[in-house]
């Protein structure tokens, strides 16, 4: 991509998209445990029109004024009720009107996970990064692939 084309992108997403509204920033959370990753259950909207149960990283929303990381912080604790250390930003993926800010991040104490809004996710598993049979929604399946080997990387060191 050249220089122009890079300025062009910026400006298009990050100056006229913002001020239009339509540049807002999500956070998305690759747990890590050992050789695992934790999955949990897509909220139904518009955009995840099927009656097949798909799965999705932890994240969501960062609000006005928050740091990336304090929000990714504040969604995994509001979804799994797990502390966690983020380990390393992965990159971003723009998406319409969204900018998918990907972590890799290790939870502090296993023992508090849970499903907190019964309503929004039924299940939280881990699952192996490798495991093709889990239904991930489009975007969590590309990103994941994209990084796959940045994931599989920093599990590596954990273990060791």
């Known amino acids: 991509m050249s220089f122009f084309q890079k300025l062009k992108e910026f400006f298009y997403w990050e100056v006229f998209n913002r001020l239009k509204g339509n540049n807002q920033d999500v956070v998305c959370a690759v747990i890590v445990s050992q050789d695992k990753i934790l999955a949990q259950t897509a909220q139904k909207n518009t955009v995840i029109n099927t009656n097949d149960t798909q799965y999705v990283v932890p994240g969501g929303k960062v609000e006005p004024g928050e740091t990336l990381n304090a929000a990714v912080h504040r ?7 797990l502390n966690i250390d983020i380990i390393k930003k992965l990159g971003s993926i723009r998406n319409n009107k969204y900018k998918l800010h990907w972590f890799v991040c290790a939870p502090t ?10 309503l929004k996710q039924k299940e ?33 060191s954990i273990k060791e």
């Open 75 to 81: 969604e995994i604790k509001e979804e799994t009720n």
């Open 124 to 156: 939280l598993k881990w699952v192996n990064l490798n495991d093709y049979s889990i239904n991930w929604t489009p975007k969590n399946q590309e990103a994941l692939m994209k990084y796959k080997n940045k994931i599989a990387a920093i599990q590596q």
């Open 109 to 118: 104490d296993l023992s508090l996970l849970k499903v907190v809004e019964p």
